[in-house]
Each structure stands twice: as structure tokens, then as C-alpha cells.
């Protein structure tokens, strides 16, 4: 049984992460923290876990938490957490961060796009949590980046394209996301009434996950260059990503989809959909499941390659229980194996 | 290990079992049918449930399902499933019927909203599958009646004031569901456009689950007069319901929550909310909870009490998992324990 | 050509009776005004505003909107803008006040559900602005009280009812409401994540908008009792109030359509339904209908009344220019005559 | 007053023209047909427009319906109407019509999308009804094709880089559009549950509109080569189309900014947004216009292209409505002036 804190334990990503963690046998929740309120219990935020914890929210004190935790979610916003991780891997204990603090190898790149990185060391030790490129390095680390919510779902759909060498290094990832990657955090843009019933892009070609798909794909083949567009769109929860790539010579859609299931073979959560078959973010909302479908525009020489995702599971919390059951040696699918919820 | 079945596998309703089941560590689903369409798999229905079972869909045979399995679900429309239900208890098989069939007392009643009924000895032998009112009888019965959707959420909003005679026998249920309650058969009302920000009632006074509603609450107490009208709301998952009576004489709203705490005191799915707080769809949906919520309008003399279920889980698989764990002897919450999704 | 000011012109309301009025041939907006930010455009609030009036925003300043304006509207919070409104008066212009402060005639109602009046004097010399019962009285006030949206669809499902004594007088209204109900200020309620996919009542038996169906069904009838439960449905506009009244004696649902269809014969904006027809928000949305159809529970002796309006035409904007058209003497229907979107 | 007659007049596309024209005050609705069905009022069909039109649903009988039109909107299927324009150009009307049948130039380039044309001889004399490319064109023709949806976007945010020479003659459309646009015939994927909270690509590389686009915006420049991906979003309105070209050349944004300036220069609905600004479905939802924002990608060297309409409106009937009012010479904007709805 591992003792597991959660820092941050009251965003969309941090409850999602108690969520399955409640689900978890070899797991038990035994800290509970979020910045300024404290002594209140979880329902008291979120009323649909009524019953589900007789725990109180504490204050953020890592020295306190490791009292009787082995590892530790930081669920904080970016440069917000990370002397808290630094902290926690000084005291011993295993830590996955959801924030981009970990994520980028280049402090320089993260500069460009987040300001001054507070604790470069970090970069160092920590692995891209992304089990079906790092799932050797994940096992023996004590810090693991839990990735970007669009990274996950791009990288995914173009890794094995770019492994095998079939496109060019350059490709533009349009993207539609649900309005919970946009966290709880008030805001006009995610008021119902001015979101819901519209579609809209933001932060084109300069939005700050543009550098770990391009660090991710990089490790497979050249170089690359990225164009991403996101969109919100109106619903709550999921990520697709059509992405678009010159390829680099004749490919058939027959042969591009063996590429895909060879890379992808025995992955427990990447389907890789036949011929004809089209990803949608309800076939895998509310699971761990990241759906791949293939296209090629004959015309023009080009891979369509769309993935869907659970921007709060695969996206993000899903993704963080693979790692950690990676980190602590039990299997991989533990409390993520339930399929999608139809309708 | 429990053998089971189920016919009419690829509706909502059929289909959230599935999932449900396939959760579900001391059962084994061994035989899926539905009408017309044989032979396939359930993700050729269902993309969602892609790599799930490896199993093809069968024909609607009870003898053949019933050499590979011991107990069975029906979640067929109703009157065309009755046949079937009677040929699988005449072969030993424990069975749970998702269709009216067998739900009601009377086959007099439920020829005033149904037509004839096809086998009406059923009626005698099928115990209302409502844990939280019929929790004695369901182990031992044969076959088990799930309860319509709207009546679950109108009974337990009612039943705890019925039972200790707070209101008069005349109530109000006022429903709000969302679009799975219709199914997944095509309809202009249920065409995306023409319900997507809407809403509106239906079936005003003449609703056939409102037999249902009296008979139960009727159990309790005096026989109930009920207007119920049902209304449909721009989401997928989740019935609101709103009720009104007249109380019966003077009470408070905290002596009428601690009727209602008592008489759900045990139940595992029944959250009754502290006083202030409001039941919303939300806070249960994806789970097999019941929220319950009181307030009382002084002026007036009247309970309002509100429920909220998810229309798919305890307003029918959750459910029917519910009152199969009872029948099979295993614990009650088996495959149900998981807490809502949010957001 | 009527000048007209509109005071707190970025709120939903607002912005929707600019939009109208911008449409409107014999007005002419002359003064757009808001709370602290002033010297923009409107479309710096409102980007689909685009080009739409080479306006400034300016200060909350009567005197000034008095030089340029003959006719104001104030759409400000309740008790706020209720010393402007009898500062505009007495410098002679004619007003409609959208907020609260001038619908009730008693200053004691409102002093219990909005804490003392600010300017008690004002409440004598309104009109309520429901042309459907007070349309001899409109055209000589210089102030008309907007109603509330809630209200305005509850009063119009029953006042026929009431005035011909079908029914007793003890009412249920349970209505359900778009978010734009609840404007654009921000909340956790109406943050998309948390109502989308949700339905919730909230403020049961005690919502303010209570006492105005109250005051203005009694004017017809006997003293009221209402009891008013208000929904949040996730969509944009609309409200459908579906009412409760046990019938004083029997009644058929025949002639209470003819009770219905001569009070309001003549209305341009009502639509009484045939038998079997039911309202739905979205049979009225971008228009000023209401649309009101009937049901009877013979069994019970109840009136089911249902009403569906467009809350920002109808239940406040359209309303407002309604009055507005009958108090500068042009046709009553002018510039509210486009039919409903669909879909 | 022009006297029109519309067949297909209870598609959505055809409700919506029908909702146009009765604001339109030199235009006189005399004539509305559909398939089967006849010999009933428009409100049997769409309930909103319930006491609009006192006028029977007829048979599509172009000789009839010329006794009382002079100009003909047909809203119907490809290939179904082709014999019925020219049934009606023949006797001497002025036609818009709706379907592809009179889009492209070339009926080999119809054949690959649509099959054999059934009337090829009406492609030389169809005017493309796309008032900014044709608007000297469309006055004097007979024969107006009315552009299809995803087509407007595209060729609008296109046009004026393909004009300028700004771009590669390479382009990649990502298009996100509202469920209407796939009409009130019912499918399964519009099905309310099976669409609602979920995003997914379809006909990915092979959509029908691609050769309109390619068409296009041909003829501003080299011959194009257009990647097509359109994506159902679940709301009821609007297309955002974001478009991909490599610059040909070093652009800055401000330069670009001015070529679209100048190419839209009195344009009454195009909307070219300022730097910085991006556009939204809902910015246009119920109007006329087309919102186009730009942005570069200087890494990649990339033009991003976003345009926003509503397709029923720009994108559909309102784009027809323009194109009438140029075809009987009365101001474009007739009928068409109003803002977009908020929210």
C-alpha cells in the first residue's frame, strides 16, 4: 500500500486524480492540500464527493505530508509548485507534477515561454511521463512530469510517423478542446453563456504546449517544426487532434496503419483505429483510452492523424496513475482499466 | 463466478450494463443478443467499446443463452421481451427485467398505459427491484422488476414522507430528463438541433411511468394521487425531480430531514443533503447515487423535495447491478462504488 | 424620432436592447452609459458588436443623457439605479427601469426580499410593464417598471386562468431557466463546467421574483399563494414555467383553451396552442412570443399551464421596447416582429 | 415587390430562408412546396412559426408555382431540383438554388464528387453566388448557385492571400461546424446523445465542398491544391474554418492585415478583426457576416486564416437573401441588417 498526498487536490485535474485514486486498492489517500482554505472537507468544494473522504484539506507543508506519505501529486500551476517538488524528492518521496515545470529538458525554452525557470535543477532528473515513449525511464525515476494535455494527444498521433520516417519534420496540429482544460478558474471566456454555442481558436502558433510536442517529436527523428492551433470548443471534457504532415514519399494508408500498430503494439491504452473508422472524443471520455485514426489526402501528398483524448484522464490525471503505477510497481492498468461512458 | 446474459445488449440501457459489467469482478458475461442485426461485435455498435469483449452478438435465444449462462438480463421494449422472460424463469434462470413488464400489480393498470399484457402471471412472482423499499424480498426472488427511471427518482424523493405520514396523499413530481432517457432510437425530438437549447415538457398527466409512482408510494401509505410531467433538458445523463405535497401538519425542515436520514440510514446510495444545499445532476452522474434534497415553502405548507439520479445508472443499470448483487449474493455496491465524474 | 439613453448597456439585458434598438426606424440611441469603465466602444465589450455604433461609453451622468436624450432606459442592479431613474424623471424624460426596484407597489414586499427601498416614492407612480394586463395604462405613465423575466412567463401561463376563476388561488410555478438568466457576472454556477450537463433548482420557495406573481395574479383574483421553484438548464436563453392550480370545479380542457384564447384575444405576442401542441423554449428563442399551452390532470382536478418565453426578448429586452413602442405612441410591435430562430 | 416562391421550404435551410424573406419589404412570399407532404401550413412542420404564413404547403410544380413567382429558391438535394431549374430558368424566372448541382464549372469535377450531372448545361450559365468574388456578376444573371457552407469560410479567409500572391497555392482547411449544417433529416450521428459533448473529424480528404474551394479560389491565382477536414461540433450554429498556407514571402502580420483591408473595402459583411483579435461562431451567430482574424507563424512561415459565419445565414439563406437583392436591384443588405444575437 502506497501513501499518496495530493497538492492542489481541488482543481479539475487534482479531483480527477482523487476520483481514481479512491478506485485504487494499492493506493491510500492520506493528504489532502490546496492553497488558503484549509480545515474544510473535499465535499465542501465539490459536493458530488459527498461521503467520499473523512479527510480535511490541509495547508501546503510538504515536511508535514511526508510524515505519512511515500509519494506526491502536485497539482499546482506552473513555477507556483516547483520548490514544493524540489522539496518532496529531498525528502525522499516519489513525485509526480502535473505543472510544465518538469516537462521541457531546456531552460531557455521554457523561459521563452513561461519566464525565468525557478528550479532549472529540476530539469535534469525528471522523466516526460508518457509510458508508450518513456516506459523504461519511468519505473526508476523520482520525478515524473505528467505531460500536456494537446502534447499527449499530438505526440500520440504523430510518434510513429516520425519514428519510422514517413513524414517531414514539420507539421501543423489543429486542435479542439473541452472547456475543463481550462480549469475552474472564473473567467469570461469560460462563462457558459459566452462559450457554449460557439467555437472560437486562442493563442495561435504561440500557445505554451508548442515546445514539448516539438521536444517529444524531436527525440524520434530530426528536428521539428510545429504550427499549433487551439480551439475551444463547447463541451466539457476531451481533446482532438487533427494533425497534418507532408509525407515524406509514397505511403499507403494500409502501410502507415501497420507503422502505427507496430509501434503501438501492446500499449494498453492506444487503439489505433482500422480503416474507416474515425476518432471522436466521446468514444473515450471518461476512460484512459487515446483513439488514433489515420487519413491520407493522395492529392496532396499528405497523413491526417487524429487522436482523441479524455483531457482529464489520458490528459492529464489518467496519465499521472499510469506513471505512478509504474513508479511503485503494480500494474500499469491498475484503476484506469473501465471503458468509456456511452452517452 | 456468475454466468450472464444479456438480451437488447445494445441500447443505452443495454449497453451501460456492459460497462457496468465488465467492471464487475464476480461475473462473466457470456452471451450478448439483440433483434436483426447478428454476428457481429458490440464495437461495431459501439466504437467506445472497441477492444472490450471478444464476443459476437447473438440471436434472442433463451435456450441457448441458457447453457452458457445463469442469470439474465432483459432490456428489451416492452411487451416484446415478456415471452422471453417467462421461457428463461421456466429454465431456472435468475432474471431482471428492464422493461414495464413487471413492474406493476395490476394488469389492469398496466393495460390503461401499456395495452394488454402478454403474460400477466409475471406480475405475481416479480418483486420491484427498488433496494431501498424492497431490499427483503430481492434476494430470494427469481425475478426482479427494474424500476422506470422517473419513478426511481420520484419514489425515493417521496417515500421517507409518505412512510411517516409528513403529506397529504396528492403530490406534484415535476421531472426534468436528460436526452438518453429516450434512447437511442431516432426521433425528431431527440435530432440534435431540435432539443439542443430547448426545453420543454411532454406527456403531460399521461406519462406511463406515473402508475408506478402511485403504486409504491401507495405501499407506504395511503393510496397516493400523483401529477407527474416529464420534461426534457438539453444534457445526456441525468433526471431532475422536483416534488411538491402539502403537509400533512406543522413540521420542520430539520425534523423532515431527520425522518429522511433515518429512513435511508444504511443505504449506501442514498446521500440525503444537509439542509441549504441543493441536489444538482451533476453531483451524481456516472455514479449509482440518489441526492435528495428538502425545503419547505412555510406560507404555503408544502414539502418540496427534490432528487437527482443518473437516468442510466440508478435509474437503470446501476440499479439492476444493485438488485443482481443482491440476488447473487454478493455484496451490495459491487461495480458501483465509484464516485461521479466531474465536471 | 425618439433619442434614447441606455444606462448599464454591457450587461445581457443591455446589450440585447441595443441590438433591438438598433433595428428600431423611428429611435435613435444617443447615450450609452456603464458603471466605472467608460470611454470605449461597445464592441470592446461585445465583439459581435463589430461596427455596430460609433459610440463611446459614457459615465452614469443623468444630467448629461438628459441633453441628448428624450427616453432612458436604466438596466441596473436592483436599488443602484433608483435614485438616477428619479433624477431622469424629473427633468421630464420617460423611463423603463429593468431592475427591481419600481415592479412592486409595496415597499414592505420589497423590504423583505431586498432590503429597504432606496426611493419608495417610485413605487406609485410605475406601471408594470406587462402590456397583456395593463396596456390602457402604459402609454400615459412616464415609468414603466420592466418585469422580471421569471414572472412575466408565470403571470402570462395564468393570468386568464385567474381572472375567470378556474382555479384556486394557491399556486406551483417550477420554471427552468437559460444561464443568461443570470447574467454576465462571474460565478462557480455558471461556469460552463459546472452547469453544462447539469440541471439544479436553487433558491426553492424563496426567490424574489415570488411576490411579483403574487401581486399581479392577485389583481385579478382573489389573494395568491405562490409557490415558485426556479431551475438552471444548461442553454443559453429561455425559461418554460410549467403551473400547478387545482381546478375550483370541473373544467374541460376545451373551454379552458377558449378562456384562455379570449383573454388574450388580439395579443400581437401571445400564441395560445392547440390541444395537444406543447411550448418549448426554443419555439420562441430570438422573438418576443410567448407561447402558453394547456394540459388537465382530470384525476387529480389540476390545471397544468406552461409558458415559454425568450428570457432576454420577452422576459426583459423585447419587453421593454413593447412598452417603450406603446409609450411613444408607435406600433406596438415595431422593430419585435422577426420570428424565432430555428434551429 | 418581387414574388418568390420557395421549394424545399421545410429543410432548414429553406425555414430559415422563409424567416429571411418575411422580414424582407419588397419581397412577397407566394408560393411554398416540399415533397410529399402537402396541403398543410408551414407551422405543421416548424411550430415556431406558428400564425406567420397563411399559406398551404404545396406540390413542387414549377408551371404553378410561375403563374404566381417571378424569382424561384430551391432548397433541395443535389441532383433533385437540377430538372426543376431548368424547368423554371425556361419559363423565364429568375433562380437561386441551393444544392451543388449549378456550384462547380466542370461536370467531370462533379461527377468525381456527385455522379453523372443531370443537367450539365446549367453549370455555363450559373453564376457562383459569392457576392464579394461575383458581385458584378450576380445582377444581371438568371442563375445564382448558392455557395455551400464550409466553401464560404474557406474561399473568404482565403481569398485575398491567394490574391495578393501572399501564399503557396497549398492550403490546409480545418473546419469545425454546428450540427445544423447537416440538416433535419435523422442520422445517427445527429442524434442528440450520440453528438452532444464529443468532437470528431468526418470525410476526411474527400468532403464534396473541397472542389468548390479549389475552384475559387483558382481563379484569384495559381490552381490550388486544397486538404479539406470538416468536424462536427455540438451546437446548433456556425462554421469556424482555420486555414494553413505557407507564405510565399516574408509577410508580417500588419501587412497582411492590409491586404485583406483592401481586398474587403466596403464589403457590408466582412469583418476583417484587428491584430490580436481572433473570431468566434457566436461573434456572427444570427447574422450575416463573416469574421476574419489573422496570424503568422514565423517559425514555420505559416499564414493562419480563421473565418467565422453562421451557416445558415452567410453560409446559407442569408448569402441567398444577398444575392436576391442583387438579382432584383433592390440594397444588398435588406433583410439582413441585424446584429448577431448575444449570447
Redesign the interface.
Known sequence: MTRVAVFGATG?GG??LV?LL??HPEVELTYLARHSTVGENIAQF???????IDMEIQEIDVPAASEVADLMFFCLPHAVGAEYVAEALELGNKVLDFSADCRLKSAGVYEQYYGEHPRPDLLEQAVYGLPELHREDIPSTQLTAVPGCYPTSAILALAPAVDAGLIEP?V?V?S?S???GAG?K???T?????????????A??KHRHTPEMVQELSTLGPEM???F?P?L??????I?S?C?AQLAGATSLTDALEVYRDFYDGEPFI?V?DEG???????????NFC?I?L???E??G?L?A?A?IDNLIKGLAGAAVQCMNLMIGCDETTAL???????
Open positions: 479539475y479531483v480527477e476520483r479512491l478506485d465539490y459536493q458530488h464527493l459527498g461521503g467520499a514539420n501543423i489543429d479542439k473541452g472547456v475543463s475552474r472564473l473567467s469570461l469560460t462563462h457558459y453563456t459566452e462559450c457554449n454555442e460557439s467555437v472560437a481558436a486562442y495561435i502558433a517544426m510545429v504550427t492551433t480551439h470548443i463547447p463541451m466539457n471534457r476531451g482532438l487533427t497534418y487503439r483505429l473508422l474515425v476518432p471522436a472524443t466521446k468514444h473515450v471520455s471518461g476512460s483513439d485514426g487519413a491520407i489526402d492529392n496532396a499528405r491526417i487524429v482523441a482499466s473501465r471503458y468509456p461512458f456511452w452517452p
